[in-house]
Nanobody, 121 residues
């Protein structure tokens, strides 16, 4: 299993970024995929989840209406479009399978390198 995140960086409050996650080593189109983030000094938290077909999405309350998760199964890639960014969105962002699958399947216990997002004026 390999998950490679990209697209982060430094952005001003109110700005936008799009993260990408390229997956390999498993049948991507069979799994629900999630974005997570870990802010300095805090535990990693679930941000958004998309079902295997892309037909349903879910978000943590703090990002609803600002972030959009999507996927392109033909390219084994999942995206996170982040708009109206706030300083509290500053974190390292990771992709992985959904939390339940991750807890029950040892193949997905490791994390990729993540991608830093910094929201600052």
């Amino acid at each position: 299993v390999q998950l490679v995140e990209s697209g982060g960086g430094l952005v001003q409050p109110g700005g936008s970024l799009r993260l990408s996650c390229a997956a390999s080593g498993f049948p991507f189109n069979r799994y629900d995929i999630s974005w997570y983030r870990q802010a300095p000094g805090k535990e990693r938290e679930l941000v958004a989840t998309i079902t295997s077909t892309g037909g349903s999405t879910d978000y943590v309350v703090s990002v609803k209406g600002r972030f959009t998760i999507s996927r392109y199964n033909a390219k084994n890639t999942v995206y996170l479009q982040m708009n109206s960014l706030k300083p509290e969105d500053t974190a390292v962002y990771y992709c992985n399978v959904d939390p339940i699958t991750r807890r029950t399947n040892i193949r997905f216990r490791s994390w990729g390198q993540g991608n830093q997002v910094i929201v600052s004026a």
